[in-house]
C-alpha cells in the first residue's frame, strides 16, 4: 500500500467500537485520507472548539516572548522609527551590531552547511561492515539525498539560507518535513517562532503535547486541497475576517497591511498535531486536525502515527502508539528560563545595542543644540519678527541704539557633546562584539604587521569556540531532518522518478529499508569552516609514515579543498590507483625511523620557536623602553619650549602695555596743549574785540 503522509490536521475521534482487536480500527484510520468526512456533526464542532482552545492557551503562555521577537526584528532589521522627544523629528540613528552578528554567523554557517561541493547529507554506517557493503550502500544513499536536497526540494538550499540569517536573530525557529500529496513531493519548509506555537513552558517539540501551525490560505488554495479531498469540501468558511481592525495599520516592518477583502484575502489556517480518543477506548491516539480559525470548524483529520509504531499488549489491546514527528527545531542558545523557546542575539544583545542607540542619538541631538543655537529676544528690540536668513558678510539694519540688542537677546546655554557619553559608547560596543565573537579579525580586517600567524590562528580558533558549540545544535537538528527525509523516502516511490533517469546507480525505496536500518543519515559537525577542513587534512599528511593509506589521505585533502570529480584525479583512465598505499610491513623499519627523526625536528623547531619568542619579547621590550625615554625627552623639551614662548610672550605684552600707557600720556598731553591754546586764542580775540569797540569813544 502506497503511503500518504498528510500535515494539516489534529485531535479526532470515530465511533466506539465493541471489538476487543483494534488492529482494523487503526487500519481504517491509517488508510482515511480525511477521517472527518464521515465523523458526527456535533464531535466536529466539540473537535474545533477544543483545538481552538488549546490554541489560545498556548498561544498566551507565550506572548511576552512574541512581543520580545518583534523587538529583535526591528533591531536587527534597522527600521527607523520618527521620534517625537526631547523635539519632534529628532535623531533616531540605529546602530547595525545585532545586525553584524546575525551576518557574520550565517556567513560562517551557510558555507559548512551547504558547501560547494554539494555532499551536504552524510551517511555512517551502523554496526559491523567487513565487506565494505554498508559502506558502498551509504555513499550511493548520500547521494541521492544531495541530489534530492539540492534538485528535487529546490526551495531547501534558500529556506537554510534564511532560517541562518533568521536564527541569531530570533534564537529559534523550526523546519517542516513532510510528503506533499499534491505536489509529489518531499518538502521540507521553515517555520518562524510565531507561526508554530507550542507552550512556552513544554520540556521539547517531541513531549509536546500539542503545536500549532498558523497556516495563510486563499480561497484558491483551500479550493485546490477541497479538489484532492484532502479538505472537506462541505465545509462554509464564509467570508475571511482575519484582517486588522484599524485601516493603515502597518507590521513590524513597517509595511502597511490591507484593510480591504479580496479574493486574495487569506484565511487562518491553523494546524494542530495533539492527540485525541476517536475509537472511545480511552487512549489519545496522536493526530493532526485543521481548522479555520474564525469559524473553528474543522477541515481535515490525519492519523499522525505509522502501524509499525502501535505496541500492542495483551489480547492485541494498544499499549502505546508513537506519534511521527513532523516538525525539527533549529536552536541557538537554550533559554536559561527552561522555556521552550531559545533565545539569541536578540535577547543578548538588544538591550546592549538600545544603550548604545540612545548614547548616539544623545550626542548628535547635543551636537544639534550646540551647532544650531536658540534663545530668547525681548520685546523692548524693535525687530522686525519673522525669518531671517544671513547671507556671508552680509549686515543687516536694526532700529536699536547702543547695547540694546545685547541686552535684549539671551541665547540658551548648551553644551558641547558629552566626552564622557563618547567614551561609554565605545564600552557598550565592545561589549556586544565579546558577546557576538565579532572581533575586527573576524569580519576580515587584517591583524599587525608583526603579529605572528600561529598567534592569529589560536585567536581566530578561540573567538570560534561560541560558534562551534553554536554549530553543533543546528547539526543536531540538521541531523533530525534528515531522518525526516530518509523516513518519508522510505515510503514513497514518487521521489525516485528523476533520480532513476539522472543518477548512475539504480535506486528506489527499498534502500532506504527502516527495518534494518544499517546506514544512518548525519550532518559533520567536527568542521566549522573550509580552512578548518583543510588544516584537518593536511595534518594527515604529517602521520602518513605511521601508515595511513595514501589514497584515503589524498581524497580527503581534495574534499577539504572541495575540488569537483575527485575520483579523476585519484585513478588513471583505465580507473586504477595512481600510487598504491604503501605496504606495512615492508616500510616498518623505515617509518619508525622517521618517527624518530619527526620527533627530534619537532623538539628542535620548538626549542627554536622558544628562543625565537624569548628574543622578539626583549627586543619588543627594549624597543618599549626606549619608546618610553624617548616621549620623556620630547616632553622635557616641549616643556622648556613652552616656558620660553611664555617669558617672551610676558615680555612682549609688558612691552605693549608700556607703549599704550606713554601712547596715552601723549594723547592726553596733546589735548591740554590744545585746550590751552584754544584758551589764548579765544582770551586775545576776546581782547582784540573790545579794543575795537573802545576806539569811537575816543
Known amino acids: 500500500m502506497n503511503r500518504v503522509d498528510y500535515t494539516n490536521t489534529e485531535d479526532q475521534s470515530l465511533p466506539a467500537t465493541e471489538q476487543e482487536d483494534q488492529t482494523p480500527v487503526i487500519n481504517k484510520l491509517l488508510e482515511q485520507v480525511n477521517i472527518a468526512d464521515g465523523l458526527d456533526k456535533d464531535l466536529l464542532v466539540k473537535i474545533g472548539q477544543a483545538v481552538h482552545d488549546g490554541y489560545k492557551l498556548d498561544l498566551e503562555s507565550k506572548g511576552q516572548w512574541d512581543q520580545q521577537v518583534d523587538e529583535w526584528v526591528k533591531l536587527a532589521a534597522q527600521i527607523k522609527e520618527e521620534k517625537s522627544f526631547p523635539w519632534p523629528k529628532a535623531s533616531n540613528v540605529r546602530y547595525p551590531l545585532l545586525a553584524t ?3 557574520q554567523f550565517a556567513a560562517r554557517a551557510y558555507p559548512s ?7 551536504i547529507v552524510q551517511f555512517r554506517v551502523v554496526g559491523a561492515d567487513q565487506q565494505g557493503m554498508k559502506a558502498a550502500k551509504a555513499d550511493k544513499l548520500a547521494k541521492h539525498m544531495n541530489y534530492q536536497l539540492l534538485e528535487d526540494m529546490s526551495d531547501w538550499e534558500e529556506e537554510m539560507d534564511r532560517l541562518l540569517i533568521q536564527l541569531p536573530v530570533v534564537g529559534c525557529l523550526f523546519k517542516k518535513t513532510y510528503f506533499d500529496p499534491i505536489k509529489k513531493q518531499n518538502v521540507s519548509r521553515l517555520v518562524g517562532p510565531k507561526d508554530l506555537v507550542v507552550n512556552y513552558w513544554s520540556t521539547s517539540l517531541e513531549a509536546s503535547h500539542r503545536k500549532t501551525e498558523i497556516i495563510l490560505m486563499n480561497r484558491n488554495t483551500i479550493k485546490s486541497y477541497q479538489t484532492a479531498e484532502l479538505f472537506l469540501d462541505s465545509v462554509d468558511l464564509g467570508e475571511p475576517t482575519n484582517q486588522p481592525e484599524i485601516p493603515g495599520k502597518s507590521d513590524s516592518h513597517g509595511n502597511q497591511i490591507p484593510s480591504r477583502v479580496d479574493d486574495t484575502t487569506p484565511y487562518v489556517i491553523l494546524e494542530q498535531h ?3 480518543d476517536l475509537d472511545n477506548d480511552g487512549y489519545m491516539e496522536p493526530y493532526i486536525i485543521t481548522i479555520e480559525e474564525n469559524s473553528k470548524k474543522v477541515l481535515r483529520i490525519v492519523a499522525r502515527f505509522d502501524s509499525d509504531g502501535i505496541i500492542f499488549g495483551k489480547e492485541n489491546k494498544v499499549v502505546c502508539v508513537k506519534p511521527v514527528e513532523y516538525y525539527t527545531k533549529y536552536g541557538f542558545v537554550p533559554n536559561p528560563d527552561g522555556g521552550f523557546y531559545d ?13 548604545a542607540n540612545t548614547v548616539i542619538n544623545q550626542l548628535i541631538d547635543a551636537g544639534t543644540l550646540s551647532n544650531l543655537q536658540a534663545g530668547f529676544i525681548g520685546k523692548g528690540l524693535r525687530l522686525k519678527m519673522g525669518e531671517t536668513k544671513f547671507n556671508p558678510g552680509e549686515w543687516k539694519v536694526v532700529n536699536a541704539t547702543g547695547q540694546s540688542i545685547k541686552e535684549q537677546i539671551f541665547p540658551l546655554p548648551t553644551k558641547d557633546p558629552s566626552d564622557v557619553l563618547f567614551k561609554l559608547l565605545g564600552l557598550l560596543l565592545e561589549s556586544g562584539r ?17 603579529t605572528p600567524a600561529t598567534t592569529t590562528q589560536a585567536t581566530i580558533e578561540q573567538g570560534m569556540k561560541v560558534f562551534t558549540a553554536i554549530y553543533k545544535r543546528v547539526y543536531r537538528s540538521l541531523t533530525k531532518e534528515f531522518k525526516k527525509v530518509f523516513r518519508l523516502n522510505s515510503l514513497y516511490d514518487e521521489n525516485f522518478e528523476k533520480a532513476q533517469r539522472i543518477l548512475d546507480e539504480p535506486i528506489t525505496k527499498e534502500d532506504y529499508d ?24 593536511e595534518m594527515l599528511m604529517q602521520i602518513v609514515p605511521l601508515g595511513l593509506n595514501m589514497d584515503e589521505v589524498k581524497k580527503r585533502i581534495l574534499e577539504a579543498q572541495e575540488q569537483p570529480n575527485i575520483q579523476a584525479l585519484l585513478t588513471d583512465g583505465q580507473g586504477q590507483p595512481i600510487q598504491p598505499p604503501p605496504d606495512p610491513k615492508v616500510q616498518q623499519m623505515q617509518m619508525k ?11 628542535m623547531q620548538e626549542s627554536d620557536q622558544k628562543m625565537q619568542m624569548d628574543k622578539e619579547s626583549n627586543e619588543l621590550e627594549k624597543t618599549k623602553k626606549m619608546f ?10 616641549m616643556d622648556q619650549k613652552f616656558m620660553k614662548m611664555e617669558k617672551m610672550m610676558e615680555l612682549q605684552l609688558k612691552s605693549i602695555e608700556a607703549a599704550q600707557d606713554s601712547r596715552h600720556k601723549e594723547i592726553e598731553h596733546r589735548q591740554k596743549v590744545k585746550q590751552i591754546v584754544e584758551t589764548a586764542n579765544a582770551k586775545r580775540a576776546a581782547a582784540k574785540i573790545q579794543r575795537v569797540e573802545r576806539k569811537p569813544s575816543n
Open 514 to 537: 527502516l527495518t534494518s536500518y544499517d546506514v544512518c543519515p548525519t550532518a559533520d559537525p567536527t568542521a566549522v569552516s573550509t580552512t578548518q577542513k583543510q588544516l584537518k587534512a
Open 628 to 637: 618610553e625615554a624617548q616621549m620623556e625627552q620630547q616632553t622635557a623639551l
Open 343 to 355: 533565545i539569541g542575539f536578540g535577547h543578548l544583545l538588544g538591550h546592549i545595542n538600545e544603550s
Open 113 to 119: 552547511l551547504v558547501p560547494a561541493d554539494g555532499k
Open 101 to 103: 552578528a546575525a551576518m
Open 274 to 276: 495533539t492527540y485525541w
Open 593 to 603: 625511523g622517521q618517527m624518530e627523526q619527526a620527533k627530534g625536528q619537532q623538539k
Open 434 to 450: 565579546e558577546l557576538a565573537s565579532v572581533a575586527e579579525i573576524f569580519t576580515g580586517k587584517m591583524p599587525g604587521q608583526n
